[in-house]
């Protein structure tokens, strides 16, 4: 069983004005074969911890811990990470014109295993991918994001999740700005990637309907840089009735 644990994680980001306290004690531990759903309103925290747990230069860890498997994570390097078995998809994933899917996620999958797959078998890897992801067969040849719509970008990400084969991944809002159809084929990439009991993965979201079809293990309320509460998916829906007004109110008085 692997597993991710982050103990009283306390992190800083820096900005115009100095540096800015985001995360205030976060104590979340995932093990293999567990969805957990971060839930939360903007402003949360939700964002900076996964790029925390990414690596992300801009967020200082001022006290606390991340292990993964027993292995400090804070200590190693972004790419050290990524080989330690930790993936994150992106919110807003970036363009890298010039630099095709297909050789973008070969250069990938050879970072993250230390040698090239075999071309054959990859060829055939990286096709049943994309096609899982609905993505037509000249996707492959087009540079990175770039003039992707959202969805694809998603889809894309899903791909990537699929073929890097990671023991975590950190997922932050995945969801954002996909149409019901879209949403269906992020989940059944999700789904079909844990269906290996040996993965987990950490869900940020707003909305419930993804849960839908993602069956989530737990789901944590994030407010003001910490979790406020723990629960079944339950307490999805019973935050996607009531909003997150009480936690916030109750974050205010312990202020």
Known sequence: MATLKITDLHVDVETETGPKNIL???NLTINSGEVH?????NGSGKSTLAYTLAGHPKYTVTSGTVTLDGEDLLAMTVDQRARAGLFLAMQYPVEIPGVSVANFLRAARTAVDGKAPKLRTWIKEVDAALERQDLDDDFADRSVNEGFSGGEKKRHEMAQLELL???????????SGLDIDALKVVSTGVNHYLEDKTRGVMLITHYTRILRYIHATQVHVFVDG???ATGGPELGEQLEAEGYEKYVEAAKANA
């Open 24 to 26: 205030k004690g976060v």
């Open 37 to 41: 759903a971060i839930m939360g309103p």
């Open 165 to 175: 084969h990671p023991k975590f991944a950190v997922l932050d809002e995945t969801d």
């Open 226 to 228: 910490r979790v406020a």
